[in-house]
Each structure stands twice: as structure tokens, then as C-alpha cells.
């Protein structure tokens, strides 16, 4: 817990107060659905955003998590934070891993993009063809099957929820 007193004191993790809990978990209760379904939607049509919906189903269901059980929200560098604290706080390596897994993927396609932006012909050329849409789809079901459906599972037994 001293690494949480850490944070609460720098301000990067506050305590939610019993009035903003229930619109807080309310929130994320349906952001986390929404991206898993708009992750499962544009799989074959949109496969880099299925991926960064997938990853978003996970990191919202954890801030769901850290909500509901512990009374936290995020409020700077939500990513790095979120995973810190679900090192913290559960001890599920397994879990951490994934999260740690979802976060990778989803910094790849933020360096793609930053990539693209500096290199935006070859991004025009080489990340648009018919080839690399087929990679981008396995990568994107892959993904989904082996990162995001596990941890979701493991947040949701967690929270004591059914999918």
C-alpha cells in the first residue's frame, strides 16, 4: 500500500468518494462493453482499431476494477498508473502479464502512427496493401483471443461478475 500512498500524494491516484462511485462504475461498466463489442465489430474490416478497442475493453474494465474494489481513479498517466496499481494491488502475474501484453500492442500501433507520420509514403504504400491487411487481421484475432478474452475472464471473476 505504500506505493499507493505514493501516488495519492503525488496526485496521480485519488480516492473516489461514495457520491461519485456509482456514475464512476456506471461509466466504465458500459465503456468496457462497448470496446469489446466494437473490438469483435471491425475485427475484419478494421483490424489495427480492433485492437486498440480490445485494449481499451481492457484497461477500462481494470479502472472498473480498482473502482469498485478499492475506491481508485486514475488521474494522470492512466496507463502506466492503471498497470501499477494492478501489479500492486492483485499479485496476479498472469493477469499483469496480459495487461502488460494489451499495453505493448496498443504503444506498437501508437509508434506505427508516429512512425507514419515521419515515413508517411512508406506508411502510404506498404501498411495498406492487401497483405498487410491479412497480418493485421490475425494479429487483431490473435489478440482478441489470447490477451483480451482471458483478461477480461479474469477481471470479471474478480469483481464477481458474470460476462
Same mark, same amino acid.
Given at each position: 500500500? #505504500?506505493? &499507493?500512498?505514493? +501516488?495519492? /500524494?503525488?496526485?496521480?491516484?485519488?480516492?473516489?468518494? $461514495?457520491?461519485?462511485?456509482?456514475?464512476? #462504475?456506471?461509466?466504465? $461498466?458500459?465503456?468496457?462493453?462497448?470496446?469489446?463489442?466494437?473490438?469483435?465489430?471491425?475485427?475484419? !474490416?478494421?483490424?489495427?482499431?480492433?485492437?486498440?478497442?480490445?485494449?481499451?475493453?481492457?484497461?477500462?474494465?481494470?479502472? +472498473?476494477?480498482?473502482?469498485?474494489?478499492?475506491? @481508485?481513479?486514475?488521474?494522470?498517466? #492512466?496507463?502506466? !498508473?492503471? &498497470?501499477?496499481?494492478?501489479?500492486?494491488?492483485?499479485?496476479?502475474?498472469?493477469?499483469?502479464? @496480459?495487461? *502488460? /501484453?494489451?499495453? /505493448?500492442?496498443?504503444?506498437?500501433?501508437?509508434?506505427? @502512427? %508516429? *512512425? %507514419?507520420?515521419?515515413?508517411?509514403?512508406? %506508411?502510404?504504400?506498404? !501498411?495498406?496493401?492487401?497483405?498487410?491487411?491479412?497480418?493485421? $487481421?490475425?494479429?487483431?484475432? *490473435?489478440? @482478441?483471443?489470447? !490477451? #483480451? /478474452?482471458?483478461?477480461?475472464?479474469?477481471?470479471?471473476?474478480?469483481?464477481?461478475?458474470?460476462?
Amino acid at each position: 500500500m #505504500v506505493q &499507493i500512498e505514493n +501516488l495519492i /500524494k503525488k496526485g496521480t491516484v485519488s480516492r473516489i468518494n $461514495e457520491l461519485e462511485l456509482p456514475r464512476y #462504475v456506471n461509466f466504465f $461498466e458500459n465503456s468496457y462493453k462497448n470496446n469489446i463489442e466494437h473490438c469483435k465489430a471491425v475485427i475484419k !474490416t478494421f483490424p489495427r482499431w480492433s485492437i486498440i478497442s480490445g485494449y481499451y475493453a481492457m484497461h477500462d474494465i481494470t479502472k +472498473l476494477l480498482l473502482a469498485k474494489q478499492y475506491l @481508485l481513479k486514475i488521474e494522470f498517466k #492512466v496507463h502506466e !498508473t492503471t &498497470i501499477k496499481l494492478l501489479k500492486e494491488l492483485i499479485k496476479n502475474k498472469e493477469l499483469t502479464k @496480459l495487461a *502488460e /501484453k494489451g499495453y /505493448k500492442e496498443f504503444l506498437t500501433l501508437a509508434n506505427d @502512427l %508516429a *512512425e %507514419a507520420k515521419k515515413d508517411r509514403v512508406k %506508411a502510404q504504400y506498404y !501498411t495498406g496493401t492487401a497483405y498487410m491487411k491479412q497480418e493485421h $487481421e490475425k494479429r487483431a484475432q *490473435e489478440f @482478441l483471443e489470447e !490477451t #483480451v /478474452k482471458p483478461y477480461l475472464h479474469k477481471i470479471l471473476k474478480l469483481t464477481g461478475e458474470k460476462k
